[in-house]
């Protein structure tokens, strides 16, 4: 009580002080076992996590898709992109937990070990890169369609290689609605498949009739395996 009104006074005792300290060293010992236990507990909680690969991170969709894996909290996100260092990819370091929590590794479809190394010990693998041209490309089976297609085979592969538990691929309308043997009016679903000889010859609607191979020949190849 006379320590009480003393401090409330404004006068400092002797044993006021060594209260204080002996309050204090008690109150850093406190501080340190919590900040101990938070560590642990923060480094559990990472250990935990689960490892996920995005591939095309800084691409439109694979955008959107780190920014809500990354608000799960839950999971480490692997971002493959060809150039971390590009200022197209910023916006991707700037997401809320993308300290932490992401990882934005380079990798190209075409390279095979690029691939494996970014796929490597993760769980899942969302696979969202494609070359998608804005405008009509000049050799598309070269430009656009092989890399969709190797670049899907080898993500494939190193899954598998890498015992990756699931790997889910973008699909896209175009896959499915050029199909002229789809009852009109059925509701399109895994079964129809836009016709490639009619992409080819290109007698489908538009725009860049070939093109669409890129967005079918990966997807029946994913559905295949
Ligand atoms: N946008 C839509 O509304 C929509 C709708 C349905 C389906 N999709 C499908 O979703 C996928 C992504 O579309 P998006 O609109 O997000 O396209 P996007 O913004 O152009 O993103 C594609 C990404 O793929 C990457 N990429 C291209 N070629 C690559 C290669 N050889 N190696 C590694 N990465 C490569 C690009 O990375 P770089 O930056 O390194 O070039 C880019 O970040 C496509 O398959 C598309 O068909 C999109």
């Known amino acids: 009580k006379t320590l009480e009104t003393a401090s409330w006074i404004g006068i400092r005792c002797p044993l006021q002080r060594s209260v204080k300290r002996r309050g ?7 501080e340190g076992t919590r900040a101990g236990a938070g560590r642990k507990k923060s480094m559990a909680a990472a250990a935990a996590r689960k ?8 691409g439109f969709v694979a955008s959107w898709l780190v920014k809500l894996l990354l608000s799960k909290g ?8 060809r150039d971390p260092g590009n200022a197209k990819n910023a916006h991707l370091k700037a997401l809320e937990g993308a300290g932490e929590r992401l990882e934005l590794l380079s990798a ?23 070359p998608v041209p804005s405008g009509r490309s000049t050799n598309p089976e070269e430009e ?28 896209s309308i175009a896959a499915v609605f050029n199909n002229p043997n789809w009852p009109k009016g059925k509701v399109f679903d895994e079964d129809s498949w836009s016709d490639e000889d009619l992409c080819r010859k290109g007698e489908v609607s538009k725009p860049m009739p070939l093109h669409l191979l890129n967005l079918i020949l990966p997807r029946r190849l994913f559905s295949s395996v």
């Open 74 to 81: 839950h999971y480490t996100v692997r971002g493959t992109v």
């Open 24 to 30: 204090a060293t008690k109150l850093r010992a406190a």
């Open 144 to 171: 656009v369609i092989a890399p969709a297609v190797t670049g899907t085979l080898n993500v494939l592969k190193a899954c598998y290689e890498a015992k990756v538990k699931r790997v889910v691929m973008v699909s």
């Open 51 to 58: 490892s996920v690969c995005v591939t095309g991170a800084g």
């Open 108 to 130: 190209d479809l075409l390279n095979y070990d690029s691939i494996a190394s970014a796929v490597a010990g993760c769980e899942g693998v969302f696979h969202v890169a494609s």
